[in-house]
């Protein structure tokens, strides 16, 4: 995780308030997918995905999330989330008994970069990904989990 307060050379693609609606990670998803454009679709999953996540924790763990931002930035989009709560996220080992707690570690698998700053209102939390080499689904879900615990069964 790496702390980058100052984006130069962004280009803007969304930029929108937040509410505190469970519906919010639905409809930001398709705000978002509507202005990426064309992509690599593992790119556009994957992106779509870690802002679920972000706006889905903005939503759970603060009183107000409060904005909203997908730029471009040279060769990487980049999702921000403003939320009023300056708790910082956890990456949670991963454990079959609890329902919570895998967002940040998808984040963290996804992810090309993520960080989160503070703000005079609570916090940002950021993620970017390359658009020339996101991880695919698959290779990011095998980085999720120590490697060699993970066997490639095939097709039987």
Same mark, same amino acid.
């Given at each position: 995780?790496?702390?980058?307060?100052?984006?130069?050379?962004?280009?803007?693609?969304?930029?929108?308030?937040?509410?505190?609606?469970?519906?919010?990670?639905?409809?930001?998803?398709?705000?978002?997918?509507?202005?990426?454009?064309?992509?690599?679709?593992?790119?556009?999953?994957?992106?779509?995905?870690?802002?679920?996540?972000?706006?889905?924790?903005?939503?759970?763990?603060?009183?107000?999330?409060?904005?909203l931002r997908v730029l471009r930035v040279?060769? &990487?989009?980049?999702?921000? #989330?403003?939320?009023?709560? /300056? %708790?910082?996220? =956890?990456?949670? $080992?991963p454990s079959p008994h609890r329902v919570?707690? &895998?967002?940040?570690?998808? #984040?963290?698998?996804?992810? /090309? %970069?993520?960080? =989160?700053?503070? $703000?005079?209102?609570?916090?940002?939390?950021?993620?970017?990904?390359?658009?020339?080499?996101?991880?695919?689904?698959?290779e990011a879900h095998v980085d999720m989990?120590?490697?060699?615990?993970?066997?490639?069964?095939?097709?039987?």
């Amino acid at each position: 995780m790496a702390e980058r307060a100052h984006v130069p050379y962004a280009t803007p693609l969304v930029d929108t308030r937040l509410s505190a609606d469970k519906n919010m990670p639905a409809r930001s998803r398709r705000l978002t997918g509507d202005a990426l454009g064309e992509i690599e679709p593992d790119t556009r999953y994957n992106f779509l995905l870690m802002l679920s996540e972000l706006v889905a924790n903005a939503v759970l763990h603060s009183r107000t999330p409060e904005r909203l931002r997908v730029l471009r930035v040279g060769d &990487r989009l980049r999702v921000e #989330v403003y939320d009023d709560s /300056s %708790d910082f996220p =956890v990456v949670m $080992t991963p454990s079959p008994h609890r329902v919570h707690g &895998r967002g940040m570690l998808l #984040v963290d698998a996804l992810a /090309s %970069d993520w960080g =989160v700053n503070s $703000t005079p209102s609570g916090k940002v939390v950021w993620a970017e990904v390359r658009l020339s080499a996101a991880p695919s689904c698959r290779e990011a879900h095998v980085d999720m989990f120590e490697k060699d615990q993970v066997r490639d069964l095939g097709r039987t």
